[in-house]
């Protein structure tokens, strides 16, 4: 004990602070403990046993407790341990904060393990910038930042805090739409700075093991979390700042999209084609056409143009008979042009210049103003323009341009100067329409698509997308590590245009090839500039016929991926994982981006350069806690290898767990379709699986919050083998206000060779050689089944 003493002594001191701040008292206050220094004051609350917040007020300002992204409420410091000796140290069992009082030092710990420490901690610079910044041991790989293509380790970076569009961009991007502060260790903790004004995140650029965060104003808070895995510490971030909401299951379903359908008869001949050609569909995304005939001068009408939609009830109510959701764009912009200017103006709802005039700017679409979703009165006036919308039938909302696009500094909105919004205004734009559903309509689960966000946007059920990305291989490249770090820092539904967005670059195997990622991708949404067809009914017949079968398979996995939605709303689990979730001390994964997991129970490695028909072969590597089989061929590959896989023009390389079931079900045209009474259910035999288990969650697809109301099912799976006999077991769990059904399924067992096969204890006729076996069984409500297999 008197070693570890002394290293943990030599660590503070190596990595001593601010010499000039001089510790001078603590203090016990019930909900936090205060440091006073020399210089300042320190606050310490604590959220869970994983969660501690500091906060630095400097001499001569106040607490401010205003945050934007912190859900979460802090504990009493009851259950806190403190020793107050030569050096402080309190905290939990999990994480404790340790304090040498001279030379003044502030350190992290996990479970005894050493985490990181402040290194000057808090300074200012000069009049318009103030910095925090800690000590990085020098192997540690870094995430976060928010939406980037940088590759997977963003060590290294001087990242800008301020959400700006990146139009056409490919395999790489230093700042896009999402610019979150929080930076994510392979040391498996992580560190929010809760203030959203713009700055700076400096992930060691100077190559000093420094990490700086540099701000403009605002709180001088950040909050540490820890973790013993990676899905721990994902999961203890979202519990600070919010759970997503489960998704209406339509969502996750094929989008007709595309910039954009400029009338009514365009829109109905577009799903005409979709059903003719029997390509599953659930909703319809209309671009800014519909309130106006042109791209310039018309934003901020959001009102039918009646010229070119003359009757939109008719097309809703007819879609919404269809199964086909509408989905319409806004912005938050009103042009002078538009014909609701006027109205903000006299209603007072546009944010202001230092004359309390509505400050006004030029930008692509016309000379404008942006509404004040920070007063009272700008965010009634937004929400009924949505509320109008939504009683007419529209079934999901799009907010485009919310960094915003344009923002100048001389902006004035009720929550701050446009420099302390900026970043934060997309995060309450969706809080908005959240809020409305929630009070107008409580028992429709909102969509809601949006280009920009902050820290915690999940919360307000915020569907994420990566941008204008370029229609070309490039922008293929980058999108598995967006979407792949954006899981991490709690937005699980970041995606993209399925075929890219921005040029007239014309190549169907790229096309291809990104829908085939896209079935394992959170949201199957192809869009595009309309001078190449996004939507897959508008492709030529070769094509469509491929892309078909990539739609197909995303509804078959339907009941999977509604699975993963909801472990992502309980848990906060990414949909999409790093491979480094699974072995996070194998250093050759700390940047791997090409290979991910979908779900706990897919391997996924997209094609992201052209193949052509020449044979090629790429190297995977195969996680070591299992071995794996291909998807469609039934190949197994051994865990903890690398091997040369050849590359298939049909689907990408895909590969699923020994030992995991996968529940789905065959096609359907969409959702409302949707139905458990005959599903399929595979099994993947590993014959080095002792034990495993797996889950099916169902509900109505629509009800908020269906699991806590107990209007839900839980299909429970589970496998025992003994080198002799495997055993699956199927059982469900209702909740209690939920009616359930019986249901046929058809358990399908890859990879085994049956002597005798036995259902309930009674011995069935089976297909000796089948390649899956199938086991027939019917799942009835109480009571459970048994499938045994002598092999």
Known sequence: MKKLLLVLFITSISFAQNANRKFLSVKNNKTHYTVETSDGTYQFRFYSQKTVETTFIPKGESYNSNSHAVVQKPISNNGWFINIKENIEFGHDGITVRIVRSPFQISYYNKGKFLFSEKAGYTKVNDSTETLSFNLDNSEALYGGGARALGMNRRGNRLQLYNRAHYGYGDSAQLMNFCIPLVLSSKLYAVHFD??????????????????????????TYQVIAGDNWTDLVGNYTNLTGKQPLLPRWSLGNFSSRFGYHSQEEVENTIRKFEDNNIPVD??????????????????????????????????????????????????????????????????????????????WDFYFGNTSVVDIFKPEGKDWFWNVYKRLINQGVGGMWGDLGEPEVFPSKAITVGGKADEVHNI????WAKLIADGYKKDFPNQRPFILMRAGYSGSQRF?????????????GGLQSQMEIALQMGMQGLGYMHSDLGGFAGDYFDNELYLRWLQYGVFNPIFRPHAQEEVASEVARKDVKTMAKAKKSVELRYQLMPYNYTLSF?????????????????????????????????????????????????TYFEIYFPKSNNWFDFYTGKKHIGGKKEMVEIKEDYIPTFVRGGSFIPMIETIQNTTKYSLANFNLH???DESVANSSGKLYNDDGATPNAFEKGQYEMLNFTSTNNSKALTIKLSSTVGKNYASADKNVSVLIHNIKAKRIFVNGQEQVYKRFAEPLQVNVTMTKGTPSEVKIEY
């Open 461 to 473: 059920g915020m569907v994420p997308w990566s941008g204008d990305v370029s229609r070309g291989w």
């Open 195 to 220: 203030n959203s004004a713009i700055g700076y995140l400096d992930l060691d650029s100077k190559k000093d093991n420094t990490l700086t965060y540099e701000t403009i104003s605002g709180r001088k």
């Open 425 to 428: 205004y997309g995060h309450n």
């Open 683 to 685: 099994y993947y035999f």
């Open 567 to 615: 472990d992502n709303n309980q848990k906060g689990t990414p949909l999409m994982r790093p491979l480094f979730f699974e072995e996070p001390d194998n250093k050759e994964l700390t940047a791997d981006a090409g290979t991910y997991f979908w779900g706990n129970d897919f391997l996924v490695h997209p094609v992201t350069i052209p193949i052509g028909e020449e044979p």
């Open 283 to 360: 909703a319809i995304i209309l671009d800014l056409y519909w309130f106006g005939k042109s791209v310039k001068g018309t934003m901020g009408n959001l009102e039918w143009d009646k010229d070119n939609f003359p009757n939109p009830d008719k097309m809703i109510s007819d879609l919404n008979a269809k199964g086909v959701k509408t989905i319409l764009i806004t912005e938050p912009f009103i042009l002078t042009t538009s014909s609701k200017w006027q109205e903000t103006v006299d209603k007072k709802v546009l944010v202001t210049d230092k004359t309390g005039k509505p400050a006004t």
